[in-house]
C-alpha cells in the first residue's frame, strides 16, 4: 500500500513568513531579519518549505529539524543555509536564542548574485551540518546583519538596494570561508536523491545541453539516476509534495528568470537559449507561473 503523500506548508513571501512567526509586517517586502530569541520554530504540522533564500544562527538547539532526507545536524556548529523549495520537518524543534536572515530570489534579480548564489555548497541538501564559527566570526557577521537591517528599516534610497547586495555578498564569502574549513573532505556517495536531482538540473540549465537537446526530461533524470521514470516522480512526490516535472518547470523558471534579469537578450532569445522551439509557448509557461509576461518581469529590476 502506497505511503499516503502529506503536501507541505508552502511560504512564498516575507509577508506569508511574517504572519507565519507572528511578526508585525516588516517595511521591505523583499528580505527580513528575525530575532529567535524565545521564539519556536513553525512546529508539529507536517512538511514546510520556504520558497525563500535563509540564513540561520540558531544557539541551544533541541528537537529534530528534518531536512531533505535527512536531518540538520547541530552538534558541531550553528550556522545553517537553505535555498527556496527545500523541504523542512521541523519536531519539537526549540532554541534558545539566535536569528534569521531570510531574503526573497527577488531581492538578487539584476545582480551577478542571482547567477552565483546557486553556486554555494551551503545552500545544497548536501550540507545537513551546521557550520561552526568562532566567536570572533560571529560578532563580524552580526556587524554585516546589523547594517542590513539599517538599510532595510530606514529611508530607503537609490544606493539601498546595492548596499544591501554587496552585504549580502561579504556574508556569504565568510560562509565559503566556514564552509571550506569545515568540509574539506566532503564525500560524493553521501548525496541523496534530492540533492542529485538537484544538482542535474543546475548542471543540465547551466551548460551546452540546453541549447542543443532542449529542456531536461524527467526520462533523462531517472536514467542518470538510475531508475524508472515513475519511480523517481513518487519519491520526489513523497518528499517534497512535487513531481519530477514540476520539479523541471520550477528549475528551468528559475533560470530564466536569471537571463532576463542579467542579460539583454530578448524573450525570444532567451526561449530559443532554453530550448523552446517556439518562444510563444515560453512566454505563456513563464506568464502562468510568475504572473507576468517575460518583459514585464525584467521591467520591474531596472535601477534608474
Known amino acids: 500500500m502506497r505511503k499516503k503523500v502529506v503536501h507541505p506548508v508552502v511560504i512564498n513571501s516575507i509577508s506569508e513568513l511574517n504572519q507565519n512567526f507572528g511578526i508585525v509586517q516588516t517595511p521591505h517586502a523583499l528580505i527580513n531579519i528575525i530575532d529567535l530569541q524565545e521564539r519556536d520554530c513553525a ?84 550540507t545537513d551540518q551546521a557550520l561552526g564559527v568562532t566567536q570572533e566570526e560571529e560578532l563580524a557577521i552580526g556587524a554585516i546583519l546589523n547594517s542590513i537591517q539599517k538599510e532595510t528599516n530606514g529611508t530607503i534610497d537609490q544606493f539601498s538596494h546595492d548596499v544591501v547586495i554587496s552585504q549580502l ?70 518528499n517534497t509534495g512535487k513531481s519530477a516535472s514540476e520539479h523541471i518547470a520550477i528549475n528551468v523558471i528559475e533560470k530564466a528568470k536569471e537571463l532576463i534579469t542579467t542579460t539583454t537578450l530578448s524573450a525570444g532569445e532567451i526561449a530559443f537559449h532554453m530550448g523552446y522551439q517556439h518562444s510563444q509557448s515560453f512566454s505563456k509557461l513563464f506568464k502562468k507561473k510568475v504572473g507576468c509576461s517575460p518583459l514585464e518581469y525584467r521591467q520591474r529590476f531596472i535601477r534608474h
Open 43 to 126: 512546529d508539529n504540522q507536517g512538511p514546510l518549505v520556504l520558497n525563500l533564500f535563509s540564513i540561520w544562527m540558531k544557539k541551544g538547539v533541541n528537537g529534530y529539524l528534518g531536512y531533505g532526507e535527512g536531518q540538520i545536524d547541530f552538534a558541531h556548529g550553528t550556522l545553517v543555509f537553505m535555498s527556496p523549495g527545500q523541504v523542512l520537518y521541523p519536531h519539537n524543534h526549540r532554541h534558545t536564542g539566535g536569528w534569521g536572515l531570510i531574503f526573497h530570489p527577488d531581492l538578487l534579480k539584476g545582480y551577478p548574485l542571482a547567477k552565483t548564489i546557486r553556486q554555494y555548497d551551503f545552500f545544497s541538501y548536501s
Open 169 to 238: 555578498e561579504v556574508l556569504l564569502t565568510y560562509a565559503n570561508r566556514f564552509y571550506h574549513r569545515q568540509f574539506t573532505k566532503k564525500k560524493e556517495d553521501r548525496k541523496g536523491l534530492l540533492e542529485k536531482v538537484e544538482e542535474l538540473l543546475i548542471n543540465y540549465l547551466n551548460s551546452e545541453q540546453l541549447e542543443l537537446n532542449g529542456l531536461p526530461t524527467v526520462n533523462y533524470l531517472a536514467h542518470a539516476l538510475s531508475v524508472s521514470p515513475n519511480h523517481l516522480s513518487d519519491l520526489l512526490k513523497e
